[in-house]
T-cell receptor, first 112, second 115 residues
Framework: SQQGEEDPQALSIQEGENATMNCSYK?????LQWYRQNSGRGLVHLIL?????REKHSGRLRVTLDTSKKSSSLLITASRAADTASYFC????????????FGKGTLLTVNP | EPEVTQTPSHQVTQMGQEVILRCVPI?????FYWYRQILGQKVEFLVS????????KSEIFDDQFSVERPDGSNFTLKIRSTKLEDSAMYFC?????????????FGPGTRLTVL
């Protein structure tokens, strides 16, 4: 699989339920970031987790990172219809440029 | 809250024409990037720019592409002779500095359509 592969590719849930998206990557990282993108729009930064962190919270978001498995998960609790969007993980490999490598994303649909 | 801005929001051009996409990064940020996203696909890195020069570029960033910071504030991406396959959303991003905790902030994107 490619760097930053998310699964599932698509997820449909009811409002109020929790949504969990996973991301796997292949190379070592400086940090891992999650972004949200509404259809055809820009990328909104959600949360960053450094390589030496295992879990991070921000509001209804919870991110975990397992560097031994090279994987991360994003949990959105108590989902709302407004959470409907594509969610991407992006790895920052550090080095001298800190460029991001994105996964293909998970399309989350929250039904009212 | 400071934000990255991009102009235009949508650019339509004929194949072979030159386009310049503009970005105004957050003022005190030091690392600048261009990414693109072809419709329905993932976001791809094009180029990074630091200390007034290109620090890394991808295979996509061939001789038809160039970047510059002409006046110390704007950050531009030029495509000299556009091809149909250049149609995509182009995102400018920037980063404060080299710390491990610094996220990249993205602009809203320019949708480029090459006819």
């Amino acid at each position: 699989s490619q760097q930053g592969e998310e699964d599932p590719q698509a997820l449909s849930i009811q409002e109020g339920e929790n949504a969990t998206m996973n991301c796997s990557y292949k190379t070592s990282i400086n940090n891992l970031q999650w972004y949200r993108q509404n259809s055809g729009r820009g990328l909104v930064h959600l949360i960053l987790i450094r390589s030496n962190e295992r879990e991070k919270h921000s509001g209804r978001l919870r991110v975990t990172l397992d560097t031994s498995k090279k994987s991360s998960s994003l949990l959105i609790t108590a989902s709302r219809a407004a959470d409907t969007a594509s969610y991407f993980c992006a790895t920052d490999g550090g080095g001298s440029n800190y460029k991001l490598t994105f996964g293909k994303g998970t399309l989350l649909t929250v039904n009212p | 809250e400071p934000e990255v801005t991009q102009t235009p929001s949508h650019q339509v051009t004929q194949m072979g024409q030159e386009v310049i996409l503009r970005c105004v990064p957050i003022s005190n940020h030091l690392y600048f990037y261009w990414y693109r996203q072809i419709l329905g696909q993932k976001v791809e890195f094009l180029v990074s720019f630091y200390n007034n020069e290109i620090s890394e570029k991808s295979e996509i960033f061939d001789d038809q592409f160039s970047v510059e910071r002409p006046d110390g504030s704007n950050f531009t991406l030029k495509i000299r002779s556009t091809k149909l396959e250049d149609s995509a959303m182009y995102f400018c991003a920037n980063r404060l500095d080299g710390g491990a905790s610094n996220e990249q902030f993205f602009g809203p994107g320019t949708r480029l359509t090459v006819l």
